[in-house]
């Protein structure tokens, strides 16, 4: 009998040399598994080498322009992302490495890689002409080839839940050794905007429990907005430029420290709130469709009602905006990054990973919920609810073969973080939202927050979890102490 996924499994272990930090996670997978899928030294040392001699730090950006009128030429490892100038119909690219400077595109390369208008990770082999011009003479993207999903969902097969929690959440570098099952399938809530087109969620809580670590990594699909003014250009459709905004050319759109964001733009607030709600969204006389999930990341010093006080001006006590959001994660059941937390383990490739969840996108799901919904529910609740199960349920069970009881967990951790909403909306207009809960009321729900890890530990009573026997052909079992902690 064959190893499950054989040829997409790695150590998460190599990945965490400090030498690879500041480097997306996929884009570090993506060559170990290329270059050293055993893991042996040697050819951990060539990456590692590769990386050093063509992953230039924006400090020696004026040394590669050296390079290039020296030689001619510059073999670079970055992110090229091109836009398409209508005007002179030509293509200009992007590297961070290189700044501002715009390098000049072969006409054929967005045709032959169409990722590269959103921005792609891979080999750039610049030139430097005699018409003082910089341009990509080749280009070698870090992506795999197109994923088998029938092959996926026979693999999953393969294993128990149970099993298969671990290995999914191994794959995107969380040990699942010191987590209770709530956790874990909190977790799975974090990764289900990457499989659930339009699902909106926040998470308030503590720094340092990973809030972005987890998408940011997994999925080049996932962007990150930290901090400062959005603008409808820049997330919506910029006219002047003709170039799609971020809900349409990514798979989610994190809002990362939104308590330092800017959100008094009544346009840009009524522009987002009707995405929200029907997935489109105008820009002058142009309607336009996105997919994109929307994650509202920040800290909150207290978890009391109302969670939602720590947002900006503009978003708090916006009762339009709150009801649009599926879920409120309950970041302060969310234990601190430490070493313990980041597995050693073998785990799936992050890039192969990715592809599965860009595809399981399109995949659609309806379990029926009928019974297992309180009565009374808005057709904004049932939505919410049918959504969150629907992302969770793509994760353990991709081949819709999920066991009832399952299901049954699944959607009162739906009805769960909807009903946190509600909480929300109570505190604000008790008049329109007069009951303050939805599904389980939250003495019910586990572990209090002082049962929750300290900040730089795992509790006791967490780490006596057991991890489940592992299947004989895939090592699951917990890494030992220590590794390089992350945030």
Request: aromatic share 8%; hydrophobic share 40%.
């Amino acid at each position: 009998m064959t190893q499950p996924f054989e040829g997409r499994l790695l150590s998460k272990s190599l990945a965490k040399r400090r030498v690879f930090h500041g480097i997306p996670r996929y884009v570090v997978e993506y060559l170990l598994a290329k270059f050293a899928p055993a893991g042996a030294d040697a050819d951990v040392a060539r990456v590692q080498k590769l990386l050093q001699e063509r992953h230039v730090a924006p400090e020696q950006r004026e040394w590669v322009k050296d390079q290039l009128l020296r030689h001619g030429q510059f073999v670079l490892i970055d992110e090229l992302e091109v836009q398409v100038d209508l005007t002179s119909a030509r293509h200009h690219g992007r590297l961070p490495t290189l700044g501002t400077l715009r390098v000049d595109i072969p006409f054929e390369l967005p045709e032959k890689h169409p990722n590269v208008l959103h921005g792609l990770w891979g080999t750039v082999k610049l030139g430097y002409d005699q018409n003082r011009r910089i341009r990509v003479q080749e280009f070698v993207p870090f992506q795999i080839g197109r994923v088998n999903l029938d092959e996926y969902q026979q693999e999953r097969a393969r294993f128990s839940e149970t099993e298969w929690i671990i290995l999914v959440l191994r794959s995107v570098g969380i040990e699942t050794g010191p987590l209770s099952r709530r956790l874990q399938l909190l977790y799975l809530v974090r990764l289900a905007p990457l499989v659930e087109p339009n699902l909106h969620l926040m998470e308030l809580g503590p720094r340092q429990t990973g809030k972005t670590f987890l998408l940011r990594n997994t999925s080049p699909g996932a962007f990150v907005v930290s901090g400062g003014r959005t603008t409808p250009a820049t997330l919506f459709y910029h006219q002047a430029a003709r170039r799609p905004g971020l809900l349409s050319t990514h798979q989610a759109v994190i809002f990362d420290e939104i308590s330092h964001t800017t959100w008094e733009d009544p346009a840009l607030l009524s522009t987002l709130k009707d995405y929200m709600d029907s997935g489109q969204f105008s820009r002058g006389d142009k309607t336009f469709h996105a997919h994109a999930s929307l994650l509202f990341m920040g800290n909150a010093e207290r978890e009391d009602t109302p969670l939602t006080q720590a947002l900006p001006r503009g978003l708090r006590g916006d009762t339009a905006f709150l009801d649009r959001l599926h879920g409120l994660l309950p970041g302060f059941e969310f234990p601190k990054i430490t070493g313990e937390l980041l597995t050693d383990e073998p785990g799936l490739v992050t890039d192969y990973l990715a592809e599965v969840f860009k595809r399981l996108r399109s995949v659609a799901l309806e379990p029926e919920l009928g019974a297992l919904l309180p009565p009374g529910l808005t057709q904004r609740d049932r939505r919410s609810v049918e959504k969150l199960v629907s992302g969770v349920l793509k994760l353990l069970y991709p081949a819709r073969d999920w066991p009832q009881q399952t299901l049954e967990e699944v959607v009162a951790l739906a009805l769960e973080l909807r009903g946190r909403v509600h909480r929300e909306l109570h505190h604000f207009n008790p008049r329109e939202f007069p009951h303050a809960h939805l599904g389980a009321p939250p003495a019910q729900s586990e572990p209090p927050a002082a049962a929750l890890p300290a900040p730089n530990a795992v509790s006791e009573e967490v780490a006596a979890v057991v991890v489940p026997e592992a299947p004989a052909d895939l090592e699951v079992s917990p890494p030992e102490p220590g590794g390089v902690s992350s945030t």
